[in-house]
T-cell receptor, first 116, second 113 residues
Framework: EAQVTQNPRYLITVTGKKLTVTCSQN?????MSWYRQDPGLGLRQIYY???????DKGDVPEGYKVSRKEKRNFPLILESPSPNQTSLYFC???????????????FGPGTRLLVL | DQQVKQNSPSLSVQEGRISILNCDYTNSMFDYFLWYKKYPAEGPTFLISISSIKDKNEDGRFTVFLNKSAKHLSLHIVPSQPGDSAVYFC????????????FGTGTRLQVTL
């Protein structure tokens, strides 16, 4: 089954304790992205990756890191989480972003993070 | 700076009636628009899209209208069904950037019996 998976789905942590949220897709997609969803703000892009070893900042990258060592995986790293990073996080992927017709993005189920 | 706005946080519609969800944008460089639907505890799923060279796109019960001069798009669902109850996000791609999909704040649709 074609899908985007995220782990963990729920996480409670404390300020300053490094954590990683994993994201994996099995569709051989080139493009992957991370978003956070907050009430009244919709989904905001954190980081994206056009392909392996190619990553760039989205709208709200502060406090986050990513890496893209393999095509299928795109982990989100919070080196020193703070309470303002409490949010619902979504990973997404799409085949590519080239051409006039933008490929639709496929989203994972979300990771709900609480930073105390 | 919210470049894609959905001014109605919620909407309630009776089953069988038309649901109209609205979206306004400010960036004239947006050239491709999408609607995503999101159920609780799930990720958003793609619903329908429209290119800026068109003013209407239909897919079954769903129709998206684009008014470029007003920088406004709308999603019509006819007839509305209880299973349509979800949060709907409007999103836009910007010309020249292959990377960034800008989302609106979402509208929660409740279809009542």
């Amino acid at each position: 089954e074609a899908q985007v998976t995220q782990n963990p789905r729920y996480l409670i942590t404390v300020t300053g304790k490094k954590l990683t949220v994993t994201c994996s897709q099995n569709m051989n997609h080139e493009y992957m992205s991370w978003y956070r969803q907050d009430p009244g703000l919709g989904l905001r892009q954190i980081y994206y990756s056009m392909n392996v070893e190619v990553t760039d900042k989205g709208d709200v990258p502060e406090g986050y890191k990513v890496s893209r060592k393999e095509k299928r995986n795109f982990p989100l790293i919070l080196e020193s989480p703070s309470p303002n990073q409490t949010s619902l996080y979504f990973c997404a992927s799409s085949l590519s972003n080239q051409g006039l017709r933008r490929e639709t993005q496929y989203f994972g189920p979300g990771t709900r993070l609480l930073v105390l | 700076d919210q470049q894609v706005k959905q001014n109605s946080p919620s909407l309630s519609v009776q089953e069988g009636r038309i649901s109209i969800l609205n979206c306004d944008y400010t960036n004239s460089m947006f050239d491709y628009f999408l609607w995503y639907k999101k159920y609780p505890a799930e990720g958003p799923t793609f619903l329908i899209s429209i290119s800026s060279i068109k003013d209407k796109n239909e897919d079954g019960r769903f129709t998206v209208f684009l008014n470029k001069s007003a920088k406004h798009l709308s999603l019509h669902i006819v007839p509305s069904q209880p299973g349509d109850s979800a949060v709907y996000f409007c999103a836009a791609w910007q010309t020249g950037t292959a990377s960034k999909l800008t989302f609106g704040t979402g509208t929660r649709l409740q279809v009542t019996l």
